[in-house]
C-alpha cells in the first residue's frame, strides 16, 4: 500500500503533465505559452465592409474545448451575403484558457 509521500509524488506528476504536455493552445499560427495574442488575415479582397460577424471555440487546460469557430458560424452572426476578409483572432493565457475566433467582414 503506498504511503502518503509516494501518493503525493503521483499528484505531482500527474499535475505536471497537465500543465506542461495538455495545455490550452489556439492552435494556429505562432505559440506562446505564457501569453499569445494575434490577428492573422487568410482573405482580403480589398472592398470595404459594412458588417462583421465573429464565431469562437475555447480551450480549457487542453482538456475541455467546444464551440464553433467556422467560417459559416461567422458569415450568420454577422448577417453576411458577401464575404470581404476573413481573419483569425487567437488569445491563449499560461496554458489555462485559449480562444480562436474567426471574424468574417462583409455585406
Known amino acids: 500500500m503506498p504511503n502518503l509521500i509516494e501518493f503525493s ?6 499535475l505536471f503533465t497537465i500543465c506542461f504536455f495538455s495545455c490550452a493552445s489556439s492552435g494556429f499560427g505562432p ?7 494575434q490577428r492573422i ?7 470595404s465592409a459594412k458588417k462583421e460577424g465573429v ?12 464551440g464553433d469557430a467556422s ?26 484558457f485559449a480562444k480562436l475566433c474567426v471574424v468574417t467582414k462583409g455585406n
Not at 55 to 66: H, T
Request: charge should be negative; charged fraction near 20%; hydrophobic fraction near 45%.
Open 9 to 14: 509524488r503521483i499528484i505531482l506528476y500527474f
Open 31 to 37: 505559440q506562446g505559452y505564457l501569453y499569445e495574442e
Open 41 to 47: 488575415s487568410l482573405m482580403e479582397t480589398g472592398l
Open 55 to 66: 464565431a469562437c471555440a475555447k480551450s480549457y487546460l487542453g482538456l475541455l474545448a467546444f
Open 71 to 96: 467560417i459559416g458560424e461567422s458569415i450568420r452572426n454577422g448577417n453576411i451575403k458577401e464575404i470581404t476578409a476573413i481573419e483569425l483572432e487567437s488569445f491563449g493565457f499560461f496554458g489555462i
